[in-house]
DNA sequence: CTCAGATCCTGTGCGC
DNA sequence: TGCGCACAGGATCTGA
């Protein structure tokens, strides 16, 4: 479900509601539902966030980091999470958050592929899922065509796969990864060696660009991606190749192909994105 | 070390 | 209508 734009949504929406109320909202307890996520929920640490104060919402890569007085509250969306307030409970709820303000907080996930973990706030820099991410390509300029030439040295795999390692570049998934191969006009199949510097600044533009005009547009909801509002998002209405075999290319009416890389399922127009 | 494939789950949609 | 199968937006582990 979510890449960077729509975590960047949600974590948006859960700052409306947490941060931007007028008077500070405490958490006044936290019940998990114990049954495994990708992680599993340490009971004692989710007594510890009992009463603090609800101080800033961050993200991190794909990770939602909810900011407290000591410690910090971190979620993983996986392929299904989603985070909604609402008072009823749903099946596949696995966190609930009650708030001071008699609001509920709830994190769902079906595929329970998402993360939960309560961390002291001294020990976010040395959280395991935190020490090898790659740089963020809409909050950080250092990710740039330069970048990407150097990682992609001795590496053999498509470019594909190696834009949507997170230790290169944190935030690209399936869909994204599909969408700036084509804005730049590169063949996922393409070996990363082989790129040259002029190909791989268009790539990292593109990265860039089909991003943010996802944020913009709220995010892609393909099934099942939805807002803390409940609202969904409007970029798969602008999707140029993902989910589009046998569709023609917008701009040269090729017919656009699809085949699984790395286990991944991947959309190019042969067209206008040449293998190397 | 690098890489491809399997794996963790449930829900949905398709063909028969 | 019902069943079985393929597939789904991610990250991590295994074994070659």
Redo the contacts with the bound molecule.
């Keep these: 479900?979510?890449?960077l734009p729509?975590v960047e949504i949600v974590k948006r929406g859960l700052e409306e509601i947490l941060v931007k109320p007028a008077a500070d909202i405490q958490i006044l307890k936290i019940q998990s539902s114990q049954?495994?996520l990708?992680n599993t929920i340490d009971a004692k640490s989710l007594r510890h966030v009992r009463g603090q104060t609800i101080r800033s919402l961050e993200r991190k890569?794909?990770?939602i980091i909810i900011e407290l007085e000591d410690h910090c509250l971190i979620s993983?969306?996986?392929?299904?999470g989603s985070w909604r307030r609402e008072m009823e409970p749903q099946?596949?709820d696995h966190v609930r958050i009650f708030l001071s303000n008699k609001q509920i907080l709830t994190y769902n996930d079906?595929?329970?592929?998402g993360?939960f973990d309560v961390i002291k706030k001294s020990q976010i820099n040395n959280y395991?899922?935190f020490v090898?991410l790659g740089p963020d390509p809409v909050l950080t300029p250092e990710f740039n065509g330069d970048y990407l030439l150097k990682v992609a040295e001795?590496?053999?795999?498509?470019i594909k796969?190696?834009i949507?390692?997170?230790?290169i570049v944190?935030?690209?998934?399936?869909?994204?990864?599909s969408e700036a191969l084509f804005l730049s006009g590169i063949h996922p199949l393409t070996p990363?060696?082989q790129l040259t510097r002029k190909q791989m600044n268009l790539l990292a533009a593109a990265i860039k660009e089909v991003l943010l005009d996802a944020i913009v547009c709220g995010?892609?909801?393909?099934?099942?991606?939805k807002h803390t509002s409940g609202s969904s998002?409007g970029f798969?209405n602008f999707l140029l190749v993902?989910?589009k075999s046998l569709e023609n290319c917008l701009f040269c009416q090729t017919v656009i192909q699809?085949q699984?890389?790395?286990?991944?399922?991947s959309f190019w127009c042969p067209e206008c994105q040449t293998l190397m």
């Design positions: 479900m979510p890449e729509e049954k495994k990708r890569a794909k990770y993983h969306l996986g392929m299904t099946l596949h079906p595929r329970r592929f993360i395991r899922r090898e001795g590496r053999a795999v498509p796969s190696l949507m390692n997170q230790q944190v935030g690209v998934g399936n869909i994204y990864a990363s060696t995010g892609t909801t393909i099934s099942d991606f998002g798969q993902y989910g699809s699984v890389i790395v286990g991944r399922n």
